[in-house]
Nanobody, 121 residues
Framework: QVQLMESGGGLVQAGGSLSLSCTAS????????IGWYRQAPGKQRELVAA???????KYVDAVKGRFTISRDNTRNTVHLQMNSLKPEDTGAYLC???????????????WGQGTQVTVSS
């Protein structure tokens, strides 16, 4: 069973930056695409960005130009660099193992525990 672990959350002022990491217990090349989700209090969990095994990337419109997703296969890790953060970016950020195809990310059953990001105004 694949395990995913997030790290890197914290508290930052609006306009600041944070870098999140999602480390998998198995080789990224063999397990599939990784998606980053966020969940704000009282809101549904929403996709933020995803990256396939082949390096295809998807961003939601709200983060385009501000967030960058990348993968380091040597460390089984996917990074999410978040710049120009806004208060509305606040939430728990979770990574997921799924499938990215035809610009659609379909989430799978494996989730990390999440890491909290809080952006103050």
């Amino acid at each position: 069973q694949v395990q995913l672990m997030e790290s890197g959350g914290g508290l930052v002022q609006a306009g600041g930056s944070l870098s999140l990491s999602c480390t998998a217990s198995e080789s990224l090349d063999s397990i599939g695409a990784i998606g980053w989700y966020r969940q704000a209090p009282g809101k549904q969990r929403e996709l933020v960005a995803a990256i396939s095994t082949g390096g295809t990337i998807k961003y939601v419109d709200a983060v385009k130009g501000r967030f960058t997703i990348s993968r380091d296969n040597t460390r089984n890790t996917v990074h999410l660099q978040m710049n120009s953060l806004k208060p509305e970016d606040t939430g728990a950020y979770l990574c997921n193992l799924g499938v990215l195809m035809d610009d659609t990310y379909n989430y799978g059953d494996f989730w990390g525990q999440g890491t909290q990001v809080t952006v103050s105004s």
